[in-house]
């Protein structure tokens, strides 16, 4: 069991409706009749698993018979009948068909050849087809064995407008399913679509091999690559159209011992107009105060896809007013803010960091953001520019707060130009929030588990949240040497509230789980520590 019927018979058992043996008789052994046969699903549930499954749409055509006088050939239609295909018109030398399975290309390429006409291809129910079959060639079908033998097809994108559609329909349902990012790969003779949801990699649908090079090269095509190079890595860029939102969506590809992995990073500018207490950032002294400044350096800082982009964007959203003129440098612009001056970053046209940054200074800034201090010459210039005047705001990668710190020393900045113009350093990680619907409370404790329902797609966890920690140098780390091995202890010991304090106390209140907190934090979670 494998492809559509794997997928159809998952959604049968997970949606308790298969209550009924399979026969193992031949004539059974497609899933899809015998779905029908015995009424376990109605065709057009049926239909639109269909369609969800293969991303093509369905049928609009009425069956044009005059139009279809010329395909009217014993050949085409046998070849038509023992392959499931319902031609249902021409036009303009493009032959409309309903067929069963679009993955055959080895068989819509023989089509094609043997008609000469392009094609088009719309989904269709096993039942369907067959019953239309007589009224198109005046015959009964009496094949019910389709062909599996698969080879590769020279299918373009100018023959097959199905790849857009497969593509289009790839990003449409990551949308709906809220995930962050996409990737492509082959494995395993297929090309396995994956989709990162609430921060964990679900393999949503394989798609055979011989369809890689189209989908991919579409996607290149798009976001404006090279589809010719598949040796060196390349970078892209696509907006999105959803309905009455706009995505942006950069794009990456890599070349793997099996061809080019593709990933793609969703960003709806929407996540912009969430609030900090959405963000889980919580309005508190410690922030008002970072908000206010108008001297200094904030550093966010956290593992890639911590949120760190999503909660600067919001940040700068709430600063931006019309007083105020705010430049951002970023690699590539994430999201596009409204009356906020965003600088993208091109290296090839020699428009680097640095030289960047040192442009911007002659702007009459007056809050910056960059987008991340990458080495030691953007580091000085950015601290320099936080003790004239500028409030600069920017993001590194490190575990905790006090180790941006650890690395801006280790970049060669002085420690005593760090202690004068870091006013703050906000570590973040993302951690999933528990689904409401299905949680239950663990035998002997306090604590909530995850369990899994139809709500949270059997997860247990449904969307995430953000869990901070705000060091306030002046606060945290006052008459205290910043080159001391234990300064995170020590501004444990003068009230910093760590990461993992912070998701204890989500433990508690049944938002997340110690399994969680464990895998956003790694090693053993001991709730002791906190004061």
């Not at 395909?71 to 309903?98: E, G, Q, S």
């Not at 964007?313 to 590539?332: G, Q, W, Y």
Request: include cysteine; charge should be negative.
């Amino acid at each position: 069991m494998k492809g559509f019927e794997k997928f159809l018979y998952q959604y049968l058992i997970s949606n308790n409706l298969l209550t009924i043996d399979k026969p193992t008789n031949e004539r059974a052994l497609n899933l899809e009749d015998f779905i029908v046969e015995h009424n376990i699903l109605d065709e057009t549930t049926l239909l639109q698993l269909k369609q969800q499954y293969y991303c093509l749409e369905l049928s609009t055509n009425h069956i044009d018979y005059n139009s279809l006088t010329k395909l009217l050939l014993n050949d085409i239609k046998t070849f038509c009948t023992d392959n499931y295909i319902l031609p249902v018109a021409i036009n303009n030398n493009v032959l409309h068909i309903v067929i069963d399975n679009p993955f055959q290309l080895d068989i819509i390429e023989k089509l094609r050849l043997q008609t000469k006409h392009n094609i088009k291809c719309c989904i269709g129910l096993r039942s369907y087809i067959t019953a239309h079959l007589s009224e198109v060639f005046h015959c009964n079908s009496t094949n019910t064995q389709l062909s599996t033998n698969r080879t590769k097809s020279n299918l373009t994108l100018n023959d097959e407008g199905m790849i857009k559609k497969i593509v289009n329909n790839i990003i449409l349902n990551a949308i709906q399913m809220n995930a962050s990012d996409i990737h492509l790969e082959v494995q395993d003779g297929k090309l396995k679509v994956r989709y990162r949801i609430d921060g964990n990699l679900t393999t949503i649908k394989e798609i055979p091999e011989n369809l890689a090079v189209a989908i991919i090269n579409c996607i290149k095509v798009f976001s404006k690559m090279d589809i010719t190079e598949r040796r060196l890595p390349q970078d892209g860029h696509l907006v999105f159209e959803a309905g009455d939102y706009i995505f942006d969506i950069r794009i990456n590809t890599i070349p793997a011992i099996y061809g080019e992995k593709v990933v793609m990073r969703i960003r709806a500018n929407t996540d912009i107009t969430k609030s900090l207490e959405q963000l889980g950032l919580n309005s508190c002294d410690l922030i008002n105060y970072l908000l206010q400044l108008k001297e200094g350096m904030i550093i966010v800082t956290g593992p890639t896809g911590s949120g760190k982009s999503t909660t600067l964007a919001s940040i700068l959203n709430m600063l931006n007013k019309d007083e105020i003129n705010i430049v951002t440098i970023e690699d590539p612009v994430e999201t596009v803010i409204s009356g906020i001056t965003q600088v993208g970053i091109n290296e090839k046209q020699g428009l680097t960091f640095e030289t960047t940054l040192r442009a911007v200074l002659r702007q009459d800034i007056d809050i910056l953001m960059v987008g991340e201090m990458r080495d030691k010459v953007t580091a000085d210039i950015a601290t320099r520019a936080s003790l004239t005047g500028h409030t600069v705001w920017t993001t590194l990668h490190t575990e905790n707060s006090v180790g941006a710190i650890w690395r801006l020393l280790d970049m060669g900045i002085d420690k005593i130009m760090i202690k004068e113009t870091i006013k703050g350093v906000i570590a973040q990680r993302l951690v999933r929030k528990l689904c409401d619907k299905c949680k239950v409370k663990a035998d002997q404790h306090k604590h909530f588990m995850a369990v899994g329902c139809k709500q949270c797609n059997y997860e247990g966890y449904k969307d995430r949240i953000g869990v901070f920690e705000i060091l306030i140098p002046k606060m945290h780390l006052a008459q205290i040497d910043f080159s001391n091995p234990n300064l995170y202890q020590q501004a444990i010991n003068n009230g910093l509230i760590t990461l993992q304090c912070q998701l204890d106390n989500l433990i508690e209140n049944g938002i997340t789980t110690y399994d969680e907190a464990q895998r956003v934090l790694g090693g053993e979670i001991d709730s002791g520590v906190c004061i």
